[in-house]
Nanobody
């Protein structure tokens, strides 16, 4: 059974930065694409970023492009989300998800983490 544990959330002022981590258990991490999603109060969960199993392919939601960077360390079974130039509208619970394939564009998810809260004050 794969377990995903997010960390690194917190309270930050607008314009600041945070780095989220998602640590995965189990042997399948390095063969799976990884994703970050977020859900703000009263809104649906939305896609933020994706990275292929090798790390060679990444893509982002338009709302975070140029400000957020997804990366992974397969030796540590961890995926990261570096968030810069944060805005109040980035406030949400951030979730990581493990994909069912190596392909970052295949939107199928096998496992989800429990989420970490990010709050950006104006």
């Amino acid at each position: 059974q794969v377990r995903l544990v997010e960390s690194g959330g917190g309270l930050v002022q607008a314009g600041g930065s945070l780095r989220l981590s998602c640590a995965a258990s189990g042997p399948t991490f390095s063969s799976a694409a990884m994703f970050w999603f977020r859900q703000a109060p009263g809104k649906e969960r939305e896609f933020v970023a994706a990275i292929s199993a090798s790390g060679g392919t990444t893509y982002y939601a338009d709302s975070v492009k140029g400000r957020f960077t997804i990366s992974r360390d397969n030796a540590k079974n961890t995926v990261y989300l570096q968030m810069d130039i944060l805005k109040p509208e980035d406030t949400a619970v951030y979730y990581c998800a493990q994909g069912m394939s190596r392909n970052a564009y295949a939107r199928s998810y096998a496992y989800w983490g429990q989420g970490t809260q990010v709050t950006v004050s104006s």
